[in-house]
Structures are given as C-alpha cells and as structure tokens.
C-alpha cells in the first residue's frame, strides 16, 4: 500500500512538473517534437549528415508555412535530381508534413 502511494506521489509530482514547463501548443517552433527527420524530410536517406543539419536549421526557423512548404518543395525536386543522378530509386513522401503547425 505504501508503494502504491509512493508511486502515485511520484507519477502526479511528474505531471506537475511536465505541465508548468509545457510549451504553447500554437507555437511549433518551440515545440519539442522535431520538425525534420525520415518521417517528415523527402530524401532523409540521400543526404549526409552535414546536409541533415543543415536542412534541420532551416526548417526550425521557417516563419510562416507558406515559407517552409516553398522550401519543401524546392528540397523535394533537388532530392528527386539527386536519385536519379545515383540511380537510387524515388524518395518516398514523407508520412509527416514538416510544415503542420507554423503560422500563416
């Protein structure tokens, strides 16, 4: 029984903590779920590293959506000229929109 209070005292001090330091949801910049990667970035498997980071700074700067989806798309047709270059197949789309949550 003592654990099972312990255990309740810990989860609910957790919850506290996590809620008074949460970010604004309307803000995607600030949030803390990432706005690049193979989920959301065409081409992720045909970039290097250096690339990567690169096109993870531009995107968390992106100040509107009209932005950000005129850079996607700019990035998609160079990602679809580079597999064809190396012959390795079309990247897939990505499952995520990178863009989702930025303001008009």
């Given at each position: 029984?003592?654990?099972?209070?312990?255990?309740?005292?810990?989860?609910?001090?957790?919850?506290?903590?996590?809620?008074?330091?949460?970010?604004?949801?309307?803000?995607?910049?600030?949030?803390?779920?990432?706005?690049?990667?193979?989920?959301?970035?065409?081409?992720?498997?045909?970039m290097t590293p250096q690339e990567r980071h690169d096109y993870q700074v531009k995107i968390m700067a992106m100040p509107s959506v009209y932005a950000c989806r005129a850079f996607v798309e700019d990035h998609?047709?160079?990602?679809?000229?580079?597999?064809?270059?190396?012959?390795?197949?079309?990247?897939?789309?990505?499952?995520?929109?990178?863009?989702?949550?930025?303001?008009?």
């Open positions: 029984m003592v654990r099972l209070r312990l255990f309740a005292l810990c989860g609910a001090t957790c919850l506290a903590c996590g809620t008074a330091h949460a970010q604004p949801a309307g803000d995607a910049r600030t949030s803390m779920t990432p706005r690049a990667g193979p989920g959301y970035t065409n081409g992720w498997s045909l998609h047709r160079k990602m679809v000229a580079r597999a064809k270059e190396t012959n390795a197949g079309l990247p897939p789309p990505p499952r995520l929109d990178v863009c989702d949550g930025l303001p008009q």
